[in-house]
């Protein structure tokens, strides 16, 4: 198993210009989340989708949407990027029905490193 | 929802058990707390949750305190790849999503 996976690892974008992260889970896990960790601060979280077909804001969702494409998959817009969008975006899943302890394990991608300029 | 406080820093040396505390002192009933760790240039990783009582794995045990206003994370037997920041986050029940909050976390320095 993969695990959480992510494309691109790496991207600088100019201002103004729209890209889409993408991330896929192989885990058959109902949720998943998009979260921005900023330079020496903690995970702050965007949007998430607790199962295939909804999709939530979260603590930061302004400049960005999401696509729960289907159970695997799930990606983030930004249409317009903006300097303040520079950040390390990490995607996670999560499943609440997984047996014993792992129901309350969020699995983390290992991110795609964003440069607005 | 209620907030944690760790410290920013903490330094051990390798082979000997670290503890890491949290403060939570406005944790509710139904709050489980949760410790995440994230190694250098990685996404964060999973490491332990509880609600009462102390509890163990192959990880790290995590004690809560009586009140449950206060917890630690113990590493038994820190290694240089337990050099991390580790995340105490309180989540509301275990039902449906995880919208976990994260602080600043306290940055572990293992020294050999």
């Known amino acids: 198993n993969a695990g959480v996976t992510q494309t691109p690892k790496f991207q600088v974008l100019k201002t103004g210009q729209s890209m889409t992260l993408q991330c896929a889970q192989d885990?058959?896990?109902?949720?998943m989340y998009w979260y921005r960790q900023d330079p020496g601060m903690g995970l702050r979280l965007i949007y998430y989708s607790a199962s295939e077909g909804t999709t939530d804001k979260g603590e930061v969702p302004n400049g960005y949407n999401v696509s729960r494409l289907n159970k695997r998959e799930f990606s983030l817009r930004l249409e317009s990027a903006a300097p303040s969008q520079t950040s390390v975006y990490f995607c996670a899943s999560s499943d609440p029905t997984l047996p014993g302890g792992r129901l309350n394990e969020q699995f983390f991608g290992p991110g795609t490193r964003l440069t607005v300029l | 929802d209620a907030k944690t406080t760790q410290p920013n820093s903490m330094e051990s040396n390798e082979e000997e058990p670290v503890h890491l505390p949290c403060n939570h002192s406005?944790?509710?009933?139904?709050?489980?707390i949760h410790w995440y760790r994230q190694l250098p240039s990685q996404g964060p990783e999973y490491v332990i949750h509880?609600?009462?009582s102390n509890v163990n794995n192959r990880m790290a045990s995590l004690a809560i305190a009586e009140d449950r206003k206060s917890s630690t994370l113990i590493l038994h037997r820190a290694t240089l790849r337990d050099a991390a920041v580790y995340y105490c986050?309180?989540?509301?029940?275990?039902?449906?999503?995880?919208?976990?909050?994260f602080g600043q976390g306290t940055r572990l320095t293992i020294n050999p």
């Open positions: 885990m058959n896990h109902n949720s």
């Open positions: 406005t944790i509710s009933g139904t709050d489980y």
């Open positions: 986050i309180l989540r509301r029940g275990i039902q449906g999503a995880q919208k976990l909050v």
């Open positions: 509880g609600l009462t």
